[in-house]
């Protein structure tokens, strides 16, 4: 049996011989609304939930950051006799990577599991079962390590990323420096930007539906749910990218309420229309990964050591 198979996924796109039809923006956001039918208020509380731990787990990490580094100006400021000593400065530059190493390990242990409960909760309401808000903390309990594994597994992408944004820096200073010009390393620098960007789109993409995928099977390994994720959006990413674009209408009318109502529309709109776009981000999950047939399969293990090739 496939890997993928048998955890529901179904990489066919015509299971019964039809030809499969690409679903656009206008069909998700159509199953958003019609699962929020009647859900719009304990989903749009839910998001607020949500928004509160989250913001917490930022706060938190936060922390060690500013105390580090006030940690180390106050010592430069000692060592200095009221000034910032040069060795204070360039000892600024390893406390401040320390201090955002430290604040993406605090905000993975809160916002992980968070981010896979409130996914969770959007499956529940495109499968047609009532908001839950407890599932937003229930993975605290389940999956908690995978959910960690994750997203360290995603920050790690994201510093793999962060090389070639370097790389490209240090090769502008170079040949700034070499040839005195600094015109060549704004440009080189400027490029690095770019490629940086473009990759970190790309991969944000490719695991986006990481967390859907846990959700729904948290016996899965952390690096199973990453291959699967960078399955399904194989081909898909830039639908999911147009269906995210899609909201930018809702986005302004959500800027224009803001804007008449002097923030109080805006303090109510930002939770409903992350319901939106999050029931829309399941629906579209829910259809790349074909889960109306697995829900008609049943599976006698969820282990992959349980099935062999026959």
Known sequence: MDQNNQFGF????????????????????????????????????????????????VIGGMIPLFLLLFGTAIAGVLAGDGEMSEDAVIMMIPAMFIGYLLMFVVMIFICAPL??????????????????????????????????????LLILCVLACMLILF????????????????????????????????????????????????????EMRATDVMRNSRTLMKGRKWRLFCMEFSFIGWSFVYVLATFITCGVGGM??????????????????????????????????????????E
């Not at 159509?30 to 913001?55: D, E, H, P």
């Not at 229309?273 to 697995?294: E, P």
């Open 10 to 57: 179904y990489q066919t796109e015509q299971p019964f011989g039809a030809v499969p039809q690409e679903k656009n923006a206008r069909y998700f956001r159509g199953r958003a609304r019609a699962a929020l039918k009647g859900n719009w208020l304990m989903t749009s509380v839910t998001s607020f939930v949500y928004t509160l731990m989250q913001g917490i787990g």
């Open 115 to 152: 981010t896979v409960g409130y996914s969770r909760v959007h499956l529940d309401l495109i499968d047609g079962k009532p908001v839950d808000i407890g599932s937003v903390f229930s993975y605290f309990k389940k999956a908690y390590w995978k959910s960690v594994g994750i997203y360290t």
């Open 167 to 218: 790389a490209f820096i240090i090769c502008g200073a170079i040949v700034g420096a070499v040839l005195d010009n600094t015109a060549i390393f704004a440009t080189i620098s400027l490029i690095g930007c770019v490629a940086f960007t473009a990759v970190l789109v790309v991969v944000a993409y490719r695991y986006s539906l990481a967390p859907y995928i846990l959700a729904e099977y948290p």
């Open 268 to 309: 109510v709109g930002q939770y409903v229309l992350m319901a939106y776009m999050q029931t829309a981000h399941a629906a579209f999950y829910d259809d790349v990964a074909n889960r109306a047939i697995a829900r008609e399969t049943e599976f006698p293990s969820l282990d992959p050591n349980d099935y062999n090739v």
